[in-house]
């Protein structure tokens, strides 16, 4: 062969090549949604799908079984709350200061730092909300127990602020010199041209980064099945234990008769996960894509 | 106003980047209200010695100055000198436009919001008065709340200069202001500068010794780091007085 077609040939292969890996990957995608959807859908053959998300009882292994998952939703929906309330404010102030204000080194150090934060396994950060936080949160508020929404809110805060802090350091990183040149040029402040011109250029990019720890939230199981009590019921305030969706179908999976109700309603509990963070990284996809605009 | 009519007066000013000396004594007198403009080859140090005049070389690592810079009397290099009063009182245009990532009307109203200078119930008439100076005001009345990002590079080096307006200003300082234009821009940025010479003095820096001829009325050509020659535009360019100045205008160097 000539080393012109070799050539040809060679590029031919390797762009089909990566052409079929992509494929694969929305192939995979597609194929975990419609097993999730096959398994949980034969559950709506006997309930309704209202009484299914807004039903208040979740007792699947009473006769008869109630499958409610309300109580599930808000547990999730409030330790999500939580821990966004904390790991927000705190990852984007970081994000801030490691981006504009710390010198050199330490900019170093804390990046080093936040990374190692990532690295930590979520069964270790719930071990340690578990013994350490737990406790202190009974003392604090004299209550029977430390497992608490609070206590989940807390210990997922930690695992939310390395992707917040990451990925907002880098949007704020990426705001050009010459913006910040104009506003010092222009008698602004250290601190009015970071939080008026170059806070706001990064907007987009700390949006995403917002919802993307969010996302990481939502779908995180082992550290607040650890920590939150697991019990579930209606929630009336960040003191009480509460169960999320995640640690439902992982306490669980293991119990339930295969190809049964209570099989099909945790599959169809995973259905509700996927959308919900499909829908949150829809979101900051929507985000990261206007910033590089 | 200062009395002499001399806006900005440097005297043996030494510019240190670490060991390399940048700006080597210079002593210039800038006149007031009118159009002032800095050539010379790249290096000489003619952007560094305009940002001295605002002191914009303080954000680079390593740099001493030494000398005194007077503007309007006051010598800035003095030590507890107002930097951010100082940045009010002598506004910058950059080499390539930089308007911030907002809206038309936020880029004016920013400086006003920083320095605390208008009530809001003031923002729309000054807003409308900067974009008039510029002549953006028929072009962009309707489209204020557009972000400034997409206007035509004119626009947003017109915008740049409208900015810094609210401020009130008594020195312009541009460093290249034209360089990312098309020359059909250039001559529009040119003839405003014209228009507001009437209220601000100038100072242009530019590689181009076409505009410093069509748009100044001094002109001080640097070389490594000295003010080698400075006189009215109209001298410089027919009879310099330097052998050197004759050398870089007639183009056999830069």
């Known amino acids: 062969m000539k080393p012109a077609r070799r050539r040809k040939l060679k590029e031919w292969l390797i762009e089909k090549a990566i052409l079929l890996s992509g494929v694969f990957s929305v192939v995979f995608v597609l194929l975990i949604f419609l097993f999730l959807l096959r398994e949980g859908l034969s559950l709506f053959r006997g309930e309704s799908v209202l009484d299914f998300l807004l039903g208040k009882s979740w007792y699947p292994i009473s006769s008869p079984p109630r499958f409610g998952i309300l109580p599930l939703i808000l547990g999730s929906v409030l330790v999500t709350l939580g821990a966004a309330a904390i790991s927000v404010p705190i990852g984007i102030a970081a994000a801030l200061f490691i981006a504009e204000i710390a010198p050199a080194r330490l900019k170093e150090a804390l990046k080093a730092g936040i990374e190692l934060l990532a690295a930590i396994p979520s069964v270790v950060i719930g071990f340690i909300g578990m013994i350490t936080l737990g406790p202190w949160i009974k003392n604090l508020f004299n209550i029977p127990t430390g497992l608490t929404a609070l206590t989940g809110s807390v210990t997922l805060a930690f695992m939310a602020m390395p992707t917040i802090v990451s990925i907002a350091e880098d949007a704020v990183t990426a705001v050009p010199r010459q913006y910040r040149e104009a506003a010092i040029a222009m008698g602004a402040t250290k601190w009015q041209t970071t939080w008026r011109i170059v806070a706001r250029a990064a907007r987009p990019g700390m949006v995403a980064a917002v919802m993307l720890g969010i996302g990481r939230v939502i779908g995180e199981t082992m550290a607040v099945m650890m920590v939150t009590g697991n019990a579930a019921m209606i929630p009336t305030g960040m003191l009480q234990p509460v169960r999320t969706l995640t640690a439902t179908i992982a306490a669980e999976m293991g119990e339930s008769v295969q190809g049964g109700a209570h099989y099909a309603a945790l599959f169809a509990i995973g259905i509700v996960l996927f959308i919900i963070t499909f829908l949150i990284n829809g979101v900051a996809d929507l985000f990261l894509h206007r910033s590089r605009r | ?254």
Not at chain 2, 159 to 171: D, F, G, M, N, Y
Request: net charge neutral; proline share 4%.
């Open chain 2, 1 to 254: 106003m200062s009395m002499s009519g001399i806006s900005i007066e440097t005297k043996s000013l030494d510019l240190f980047y670490g060991d390399f000396q940048a700006l080597i004594a210079v002593d210039l007198r800038v006149p007031e209200r009118e159009v002032t403009a800095l050539i010379g080859p790249s290096g000489c140090g003619k952007s560094t010695l305009l940002r001295v005049f605002n002191r914009m070389n303080d954000l680079i690592e390593g740099v001493r100055v030494a000398g005194r810079v007077l503007i309007d009397g006051e010598d800035i290099l003095a030590p507890g000198t107002d930097l951010l009063r100082l940045r009010e009182k002598v506004g910058m245009v950059f080499q390539r436009p930089n308007p911030f990532p907002l809206s038309v009307y936020e880029n004016i109203t920013f400086g006003l919001a920083v320095h605390s200078l208008a009530r809001r119930a003031e923002y729309d008439r000054i807003v409308e008065e900067a974009l008039r100076a510029v002549l953006l005001w028929d072009d962009l009345k309707d489209k204020l709340q557009r972000s400034a990002l997409g206007l035509s590079l004119e626009q947003q080096q017109r915008l740049c200069i409208a900015r810094v307006l609210p401020l009130k200003p008594r020195i312009l300082l541009m460093d290249e202001p034209c360089s990312a234009l098309d020359p059909i821009a250039t001559l529009h940025i040119e003839e405003l500068m014209r228009q507001l010479k009437s209220d601000y003095t100038i100072v242009i820096v530019t590689h181009n010794m076409q505009q410093a001829a069509r748009a100044s009325d001094r002109t001080g050509f640097m070389y490594l780091g000295r003010l080698v020659e400075f006189g009215e535009t109209a001298q410089i360019f027919t009879r310099p007085r330097q052998e050197l100045t004759e050398q870089y205008i007639s183009g056999r160097f830069g």
